[in-house]
């Protein structure tokens, strides 16, 4: 599967995006679609997800502000991203992940990069 990231751009502190990740095949069958990010010289963190049954999920620090959604038909995940902050700035990944068997597929798209100005 191909997943392209978009949306991104350059936004004022208090500002609001929205990222897209459209994938090349039908995001059902999934188990999982995420939206994680990477700053420079940080960890790779993760941001939401949302499951093939629908349910959303959010790290603590990240309730709040950045809600998961998609639309099935369009095989298009989204990240709303309210009230930005400078800490926001990093690159968002889509991923995609499937249970196979005992093990767990995942793919990658090549990111969007966010920066948030103060």
């Known amino acids: 599967v191909q997943l392209q990231a978009s949306g991104g751009g350059l936004v004022q502190a208090g500002g609001s995006l929205r990222l897209s990740c459209e994938a090349s095949?039908?995001?059902?069958?999934?188990?999982?679609m995420s939206w994680y990010r990477q700053a420079p010289g940080k960890q790779r963190e993760s941001v939401a997800a949302i499951t093939d049954g629908g349910i959303t999920y959010y790290p603590d620090s990240m309730k709040g502000r950045f809600t998961i959604s998609r639309d099935s038909a369009k095989n298009v995940v989204y990240l709303q991203m309210n009230n930005l902050k400078p800490e926001d700035t990093a690159v968002y990944l889509c991923n995609a992940a499937q249970i196979v068997g005992r093990t767990v597929e995942g793919y990658w798209g090549q990111g969007t990069l966010v920066t948030v100005s103060s």
């Open positions: 095949e039908t995001i059902l069958k999934f188990n999982t």
